[in-house]
């Protein structure tokens, strides 16, 4: 308790404004990619903890579902990744990893992206952003049938010291959370034109 207290973790009335201000998926060649961004800023109480050694973990879950008039809608798709957080005293620096899937009891993050980033800010909008993320292959969406599309983002609070969960249990500040449904609306990628050559244009 002692060390939860020297944190600052004390209740508070002010929720963090979470909210999903982009969600776009497209249809390739190789399967079902999505796009996505989310908007927060992180309460005091979080970033303090941050500063003193805690790393966060965020998790997305995306989940793709077929309607069916005779029975409870289908999941044909499922993806999730989780993006670790943390602050490196000795660099003054943060560092984001992220990797594919959750992280169970006995399995670590497994990150397939690591960067290094000097300021915060810099850092969030690593966390905040999703670009062509594959989250499902063609064969998963049968086409002329109606699909829906699950997203959900959250600071996953399992994943933080056993003590400090105790702390911060109930706290709003704590709960970063977005989910939002929608039918799933597929863009197909608009293929990539040749440059122009002006060389040719500019001789004569």
């Not at 776009?24 to 800023?41: H, I």
């Not at 984001?96 to 670590?108: E, M, T, Y």
């Not at 969030?124 to 959900?152: C, I, P, T, Y």
Request: proline residues 4%; hydrophobic residues 45%.
């Amino acid at each position: 308790m002692a060390f939860i207290l020297c944190l600052g973790v004390i209740p508070s009335a002010h929720a963090a404004n979470a909210q999903l201000t982009q969600l776009r998926t497209e249809r390739t060649d190789d399967g079902v990619y999505l796009n996505a961004a989310v908007a927060f800023e992180l309460p005091h109480v979080v970033e303090d903890a941050l500063l003193k050694g805690i790393a966060l973990f965020f998790v997305i879950e995306v989940d793709i579902y077929r309607d069916r008039w005779y029975w409870t809608d289908q999941r044909v798709a499922t993806a999730a990744r989780t993006i670790r957080l943390a602050y490196q005293p000795l660099t003054r620096r943060w560092r984001v990893n992220i990797g594919s899937g959750l992280i169970g009891a006995s399995l670590g993050l497994r990150a397939t992206f690591n960067q290094n980033y000097d300021t915060l800010p810099e850092a969030m909008s690593a966390v905040q952003r999703v670009a062509r993320w594959k989250v499902a292959e063609l064969a998963d969406v049968r086409s002329g049938s109606d699909h829906n599309l699950s997203f959900s983002f959250k600071l996953d609070l399992s994943q933080l010291p056993r003590p400090f969960q105790i702390g911060v249990a109930g706290q709003r500040d704590w709960s970063i959370v977005i989910e939002n449904a929608q039918p799933l609306v597929l863009q197909a990628t608009r293929p990539v034109e040749p440059a122009k050559d002006t060389s040719v244009e500019a001789s004569k």
